[in-house]
């Protein structure tokens, strides 16, 4: 894990200003156990209530090679073996 302190500040989807507090870069893995995909994602670390853990963005997205269908709560994703896994909410 690597961190960065780079202060600024993010527009939130409401339109108010987010203090960014830093950047940390870390390997996140996604999916279980033989269906998952491990990569490192920068991310951005703000301090504000959020229903959300995590937002991903386009770079994460297109380095995990996903397909996300928001209206059908999952992504999908290839794995090194030609196969395809799903990540699902509820």
Same mark, same amino acid.
């Given at each position: 894990?690597?961190? *960065?302190?780079?202060?600024?500040?993010?527009?939130?989807?409401?339109?108010?200003?987010?203090?960014?507090?830093?950047?940390?870069?870390?390997?996140?893995?996604?999916?279980?156990?033989?269906?998952?995909?491990?990569?490192?994602?920068?991310?951005?670390?703000?301090?504000?209530?959020? *229903?959300?853990?995590?937002?991903?963005?386009?770079?994460?997205?297109?380095?995990?090679?996903?397909?996300? @269908? @928001?209206?059908?709560?999952?992504?999908?994703?290839?794995?090194?073996?030609?196969?395809?896994?799903?990540?699902?909410?509820?």
């Amino acid at each position: 894990m690597i961190w *960065s302190l780079m202060m600024g500040v993010l527009v939130g989807f409401s339109g108010d200003p987010v203090q960014v507090r830093g950047y940390l870069e870390a390997r996140m893995k996604f999916g279980e156990e033989r269906n998952a995909k491990t990569i490192t994602i920068r991310n951005m670390v703000v301090n504000t209530p959020s *229903s959300y853990n995590i937002l991903l963005g386009r770079p994460a997205i297109n380095k995990l090679g996903t397909i996300v @269908s @928001s209206v059908h709560l999952k992504m999908k994703y290839p794995t090194k073996e030609g196969g395809v896994r799903v990540i699902k909410v509820d």
